[in-house]
């Protein structure tokens, strides 16, 4: 039921940035927690960025003071500004909903991928 759409991924070289949004679907999306995921070959997925529903922030240590998670309720629609990228942020970046994990309501969507490189 949940359509989650990522887009905004791309190529760029070390230090330059990107934003990526995902448009959510089939929720009520200003009343629910979002999150940016990233997974690269290899490894698990983590846990990059969350954004609750009153607009508070938590961010994992790799990519403090670089990247901004931030909503538009009214697009439902996530963002996620990143800045200072380098090699290691490559990655495929999903969004998505942490209390719908585990559940029948869990849906991932395709990601878009994100490559840093020279």
């Known amino acids: 039921q949940v359509r989650l759409v990522e887009s905004g991924g791309g190529l760029v070289q070390p230090g330059g940035s990107l934003r990526l949004s995902c448009a959510a679907s089939g929720l009520v999306f200003r009343a629910f927690e979002m999150a940016w995921y990233r997974r690269t070959p290899g490894r698990e997925r983590e846990l990059v960025a969350e954004v609750t529903t009153a607009g508070n922030t938590n961010y994992a240590d790799f990519v403090k003071g670089r990247f901004t998670i931030s909503r538009d309720n009214a697009k439902e629609t996530v963002y996620l500004q990143m800045n200072n990228l380098n090699p290691e942020d490559t990655a495929v970046y999903y969004c998505?909903?942490?209390?719908?994990?585990?559940?029948?309501?869990?849906?991932w969507g395709q990601g878009t991928q994100v490559t840093v490189s020279s």
């Open positions: 998505n909903v942490p209390s719908f994990r585990g559940t029948r309501l869990e849906s």
